[in-house]
C-alpha cells in the first residue's frame, strides 16, 4: 500500500517535472532526471530493504543526515503536489463546464478544445518543494547556533536579597544526537559566559539511554552556578521509546543516567524542593518527574509531593518539562508558584520567528510553546531547546539559552 502510494506520487510529480522541462537542453534533463530517480530508488531502499543496504551499520549521524534528505524530498513532493492537484483540478472543470455548455454539432463537426496544463500553477508547485527542500537542507547547518535570550521578570513577593538573581535555563540537551563536541563545547562556554547565580536543566538530557552521555560527560560537567545547578527529568530520559532486555535491564538504565546528573554535580529534583537562601532570606525551588497533559505522554511527576513543605515561602519556581502541566494543573491548583521553567518542544525545530510574529507547526499541539507566557501573576518560559531529536537541524527556531534577570 504504501509503495505504491510513493510510485504514483513520483510519477505524478515526474510528469509535471517533465512537462516544465520540455525546452530545456538534453544535458539538464538528463541530470535533473537521474538525480530525481536516483533519490526515489534510495528512497525506496531505505523504506522496504534496509538490511540489504547496511543501514544499521550506518553512523548514526550520517543515517540522520540520509533520512532528512529523503524525508525532505518527500516533503517536498507532497507540497509540489498540492498545487498540481489545484490545477489538474482547474483544468478538469473547465472541461467538463465546456463539455456541458457546448450546443450539440454535426458529424461533421471538430472540436478544438485544448486545455493546457497551467505553467503559472506547476511552476510554483515545483518552486514551493523545491524551496521546502532547500530550506530544510540549510537547516542542517543551524543545530548548533546556540542564541541566548535574555529578559527581566518583575515579581512584587520577590525577598530583596533575591532581587538581581541571574538564572539560566537549557533544555532538551538529547545527547544521543550530538555528533561535534567541539560545537557543543562551544555552547557550554557561551553559558558560562554569562556567568549566571543559579542554573536549571528542565528535562531531556538523553534520547533515550545514559550511555548516551559517555562523549559529553566531561563536557557538561563544566555547567557549574555559585547557587548550584538543579534538574529535573524529561519523557525520553526514561528510556520508554526504546527496546530493553527487560524490565531490569530499563530500571537500571534511569539510575545510570541519575548517576550522570550526580556525577555532573547537578541535583536532580525528584518531585521534590529545595529552598534557596540568602541573607537569611528564602525562595523555593520545586522540580518534578516528567507530567504531561497529552495522553501520549507519561505522567510520572506528583505536584503536591513536590510542593509540600513550601507553603510558607514567598515565591516559588518549578522545573517542569512539559508545558501541557502549566495550564492543566499548575495554574488551577497551585497559584502561588510564580514562574515554571519548561522546555519538550524545541519549537519543533521548524517555524518563523520575527520580531511581533511567531509561528511553528507545533503550536496546533501546544498552546505554550517557544518563549514566555504569563496569566495573571503567573509567568511559564518554555525554553526552545539545547539540542536536537529527529531532524538534525534547525530552520527558524534556533537552539536557545535562557537568562532570566528577577527583580
Not at 2 to 8: D, N
Not at 149 to 159: D, E
Not at 173 to 193: C, P
Not at 249 to 275: D, I, P, T, Y
Amino acid at each position: 500500500m504504501l509503495a505504491g502510494i510513493m510510485i504514483l506520487l513520483d510519477l505524478y510529480v515526474f510528469q509535471a517535472l517533465k512537462w516544465m522541462l520540455q525546452h530545456a537542453s538534453p544535458r539538464w534533463k538528463l541530470v535533473l532526471y537521474v538525480g530525481y530517480w536516483f533519490l526515489t530508488a534510495l528512497a525506496f531502499c531505505l523504506m522496504f530493504f534496509r538490511p540489504l543496504v547496511g543501514y544499521d551499520r550506518w553512523p548514526h549521524s550520517f543515517r540522520m543526515m540520509v533520512i532528512t534528505i529523503l524525508v525532505g524530498v518527500y516533503l517536498a513532493k507532497l507540497l509540489s503536489t498540492v498545487f498540481l492537484l489545484v490545477d489538474d483540478l482547474r483544468r478538469g472543470l473547465q472541461w467538463l463546464l465546456e463539455k456541458v455548455s457546448r450546443k450539440p454539432a454535426g458529424p461533421a463537426s471538430v472540436s478544438g478544445t485544448n486545455i493546457s496544463r497551467s505553467r503559472f500553477l506547476t511552476s510554483l508547485g515545483l518552486l514551493a518543494g523545491g524551496g521546502l527542500f532547500a530550506t530544510l537542507m540549510y537547516g542542517l547547518s543551524n543545530k548548533y547556533d546556540y542564541r541566548v535570550k535574555r529578559l527581566q521578570l518583575h515579581f512584587p513577593n520577590l525577598p530583596p536579597a533575591f532581587r538581581g538573581l541571574k538564572v539560566l535555563q537549557i533544555s532538551d540537551i538529547h545527547a544521543g544526537s550530538f555528533d561535534n563536541k567541539l560545537k557543543v563545547a562551544r555552547g557550554v562556554e557561551m553559558i558560562l559566559a554569562e556567568k549566571p547565580d543559579l542554573i536549571l536543566f528542565t528535562g531531556d538530557l538523553v534520547n533515550d539511554r545514559a550511555t548516551e552521555m559517555e562523549n559529553y560527560q566531561a563536557i557538561f560537567s563544566q555547567v557549574q552556578a555559585p547557587m548550584g545547578v538543579y534538574s529535573t527529568l524529561g519523557n525520553h530520559d526514561y528510556g520508554d521509546y526504546t527496546s530493553w532486555d527487560s524490565p531490569a535491564a530499563k530500571r537500571q538504565n534511569l539510575e545510570h543516567l541519575k548517576a550522570v546528573h550526580a556525577a555532573m554535580g547537578w541535583r536532580l529534583l525528584m518531585n521534590e524542593n529545595v529552598l534557596l537562601e540568602k541573607e537569611g532570606q528564602q525562595i523555593a525551588l520545586i522540580g518534578i518527574e516528567n507530567w504531561s497533559a497529552k495522553a501520549r505522554f507519561p505522567k510520572y511527576g506528583d505536584l503536591p509531593k513536590a510542593y509540600a513543605g513550601t507553603e510558607s515561602i514567598p515565591f516559588k519556581m518549578l522545573l517542569s518539562h512539559d508545558p501541557s502541566h502549566w495550564d492543566a494543573q499548575v495554574r488551577p491548583q497551585f497559584p502561588d508558584i510564580d514562574l515554571t521553567f519548561s522546555g519538550h518542544t524545541h519549537g519543533m525545530q521548524f517555524g518563523v520567528e520575527i520580531p511581533g510574529f511567531k509561528w511553528s507547526p507545533i503550536q496546533y499541539a501546544y498552546k505554550e510553546w517557544a518563549g514566555l507566557y504569563n496569566e495573571g501573576q503567573q509567568y511559564l518560559y518554555v525554553n526552545r531547546g539545547y539540542g536536537f531529536l529527529g531532524y538534525p537541524g534547525r530552520v527558524g527556531i534556533l537552539p536557545e539559552i535562557t537568562v532570566i534577570e528577577l527583580t
